[in-house]
């Protein structure tokens, strides 16, 4: 692994979240890590440090552990890779099983946080959690909005994490 400056390698992270997503991993309660599929997400600096942000429904599982939790990483699949498994994490639920195991994905520790990130992926982000918001139906002032991704009142929270650490796996970069 190569660590980078956070905004090195951007275009990796675009091309995943306009197609096939990147995996968000949170641990729960019990320290289990648990995998799920993003298509939104933002890097950025806010507060003078490097963050990522993500948008995490109440209903999801990865809700209630981004809320236990210190910290989470984001792991960038090269476009095209690991597509089966992003679909399959995308659409169970680590409240019903170890998605994981089911999909035959295999963790590696992170380097500066206690989540783990997603082995054979291309671009990585560990994060430390500084801010989590709940959205609720009056905080939007545009009501498409509201209306378009909000008509079953399932909100999502909004949590920024401070990058810790951005690596790539030159391997996989090429």
Known sequence: MKLIAWHEHAELLERALVGNGAFLVARDGSGKANPMTIGWGAVGRIWSIPTFTVLVRRSRYTHGCLLQEESFTVSVPKNGDLAAALDFCGHNSGRDMDKAAACGIAFRPGMRVSTPVIDGCALYYECR????????????SAPDIREKYYDNDDHHMIVIGEIVAAYVDPARTG
């Open 129 to 140: 959690i500084i801010v989590r918001k709940q959205l609720e139906k009056g905080d939007f």
